[in-house]
């Protein structure tokens, strides 16, 4: 089982990947889009008060409680359906 070896906060996902690579904690091309694409969907989420979830598309998240159907704003999210 692995530990926790690095912590990096931050408000600004190109910031926390700057840092990230400066450091020389990620080696991998793929690896570091990924991680890209995560930050940036962090961001987003902080900056509109959005819900966000890794591995999963930007948009109001069901409650775990209630199980709710909303919609996101954007027409073009998986949420709207294809």
């Not at 969907?41 to 069901?62: C, F, H, M, V």
């Not at 704003?73 to 359906?81: K, S, Y």
């Amino acid at each position: 089982m692995g530990r926790l070896a690095h912590v990096i906060e931050g408000r600004e996902g190109a910031v926390i990947a700057a840092t990230v690579i400066q450091e020389g904690l990620v080696t991998q091309l793929d690896h570091a889009a990924y991680l890209g694409r995560e930050l940036t969907k962090a961001e987003i989420a902080l900056k509109t008060g959005s819900g966000y979830e890794q591995d999963a598309a930007l948009g109001l998240l069901p409650s775990k409680k209630s199980q709710s159907t909303e919609l996101c704003e954007d027409l073009a999210c998986c949420c709207h359906g294809a």
